[in-house]
């Protein structure tokens, strides 16, 4: 793997796999990062990357659903490698424009499976980032294996789901050399504030009302980005062609648990005794229509076949990201100025 096309780098997590790339393996190639930079694409979270590697790392904006663009790009970058992050993420957006989701996440997959296609005989791996939210719902007992079937509820779920199906279908029709990874939720540094836990250490420090779902006794299971994007990598280099990984956190908890954990965290850092505790601030709302109410992943099949395991507890990761969005209010306040503001209005009112 010497020229990796990285598609949605400037997003949470592909940024982070980015860096991990630069400064935590031993990698000597190059990355070709391709984005469309829409509300959640952030090409500064790689401003010290980008000067920083001058040689090895570029980036272009493009949008995946663009075949021409990526066809040039494949070409002239020599392109032997894909890991493919590019999507629109985020449920509660699905649920009110879904089309978006159908248009990025299934075709521009497909565009990507087609241009793949055509190189075949250039392609080493193209490795297709994927969810545990295409297996469904939970309720208290068991854990999404990789046999699990698929039963997506969300819009969002659903279009990642037939993103996988057409990945798994373009190995066993074509022979094209892939592996995919279904993992539960991420957190840490560069998540757009829109997610559960970074909407929720921004609001707690600005002491804005904290909007839980339902109840707040849904069940997610969190994964600290770096030990993601550790074992993409390791899927990449070690895991066999044609075969799907679960990558879990162990770190189940109610959402109502994890925002006292970070209201609680947020007390101790930011102390004001005549104030209450940022606890009160948490505002039971309306639930989201179709909410899953428990993801849980067993991931016995990555640790034992290659050696992977998450590293960050969540009581550690929690913090680190806390303390990484206090430190990085310029970072949050460009990535809100935007189009985000405009959507929220119009939304939600
Ligand atoms: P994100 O929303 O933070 O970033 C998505 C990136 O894709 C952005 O940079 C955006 O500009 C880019 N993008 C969107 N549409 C595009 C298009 N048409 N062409 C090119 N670029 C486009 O998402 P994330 O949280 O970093 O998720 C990355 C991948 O991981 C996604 O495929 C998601 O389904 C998967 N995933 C995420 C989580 C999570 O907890 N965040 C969990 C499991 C799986
Ligand atoms: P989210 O971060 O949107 O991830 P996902 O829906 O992909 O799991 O939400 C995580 C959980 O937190 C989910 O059960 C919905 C809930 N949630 C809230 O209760 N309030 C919020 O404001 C948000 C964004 C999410």
Not at 14 to 32: H, M
Not at 144 to 150: H, S
């Amino acid at each position: 793997m010497q020229n990796i096309m990285v598609t949605g780098g400037c997003g949470f997590i592909g940024a982070n796999f980015i860096r991990f790339l630069f400064e935590e393996t031993d990698f000597s190639g190059r990355i070709v990062n391709v984005d469309a930079l829409t509300y959640a694409g952030n090409r500064d979270s790689l401003s010290d990357i980008e000067k920083q590697y001058t040689d090895r790392y570029v980036f272009h904006k493009v949008d995946i659903c663009d075949a021409p663009a990526l066809e040039e790009l494949f070409t002239s970058y020599s392109i032997d490698t894909i890991c493919h992050f590019a999507a629109e993420s985020h449920v509660d957006r699905s649920i009110v424009r879904p089309d978006a989701f159908v248009q990025t996440n299934v075709i521009g997959t497909f565009n990507l499976l087609e241009i793949a296609r055509k190189h075949g005989d250039k392609l080493k791996l193209l490795h297709h980032v994927s969810t545990d939210e295409v297996f469904g719902s939970l309720g208290k007992e068991g854990f999404f294996t990789e046999t699990t079937r698929y039963q997506p509820n969300s819009p969002y779920s659903a279009s990642k789901a037939a993103s996988d199906h057409l990945v798994r279908a373009y190995h066993e029709t074509y022979g094209l050399p892939i592996t995919m990874s279904n993992c539960s939720n991420n957190y840490g540094p560069y998540q757009f504030p829109e997610k559960l836990i970074p909407l929720m250490i921004l609001n707690a420090r600005d002491r804005k009302p904290l909007p839980v779902y339902g109840d707040g006794s849904n069940v997610r299971d969190w994964l600290y980005v770096s030990d993601h994007c550790d074992a993409i990598w390791t899927i990449m280099t070690e895991g066999k062609r044609g075969e799907t990984y679960n990558v879990g956190g162990d770190n189940e908890m109610a959402n109502l648990e994890v925002v006292n954990t970070i209201c609680r965290l947020i007390d101790e850092i930011l102390p004001d005794k005549n104030q209450d505790p940022r606890s009160e601030l948490i505002t039971f709302v309306k639930d989201r229509p179709g909410h899953d109410w428990r993801y849980a992943i067993d991931f016995s099949k990555i640790r034992t076949e290659l050696g992977w395991q998450p590293k960050e507890s969540f009581s550690s990761g929690i913090e680190k990201t806390i303390r990484w969005y206090f430190e990085h209010s310029e970072w949050v306040d460009r990535v809100l100025s935007g189009e985000y503001q405009d959507w929220i209005e119009e939304h939600y009112g």
